[in-house]
Structures are given as C-alpha cells and as structure tokens.
C-alpha cells in the first residue's frame, strides 16, 4: 500500500483504488473532510466500527444512493 498525506483529486483516488493501491477506507480518509464526517456519521448511527469492512458497507451505500438519484432524475 501506498503512504497518502492529506487529500487527492478524486480521479487520482479512483485509479489508486483500482489498481489496488490503496484500499476504501484509505480512499474515504483521503478524499475529503466532508466524506470523513459521512463516514463517521455512518458509523456512529450504525455502530460499526472504522474499519475496512464498514468502509466497505459504506462506499456500496454511496453508490446505491447515487444509483437511486439517477433512477431518480430520469424519471
């Protein structure tokens, strides 16, 4: 794995993400404040620990709300 220090672009985080260079939570801690605050948030209200596995749970979450607001604009 990769040392990251402070906050990357999102393209860059997706390629590192790809290319298995860096794993979710990795991803979350490097993207930005707001999405680390989401992801406390997440946590706490389901109380998980912040770990890969709810990293996991909570980046499939983001992409189901983003698939329903898409559904959503094209209704």
């Given at each position: 794995m990769l040392e990251l220090k402070g906050f990357y672009k999102e393209q860059t985080l997706h390629e590192l993400l790809y290319k298995g260079n860096i794993n979710k939570l990795e991803y979350i801690y490097h993207h930005s404040q707001k999405l680390i605050d989401k992801y406390k948030s997440y946590c706490q209200n389901n109380h998980l620990q912040e770990d890969d596995m709810s990293a996991d749970s909570f980046m499939n979450n983001?992409?189901?709300?983003?698939?329903?607001?898409?559904?959503?604009?094209l209704d």
């Open positions: 983001l992409l189901k709300q983003e698939e329903i607001s898409h559904t959503d604009m």
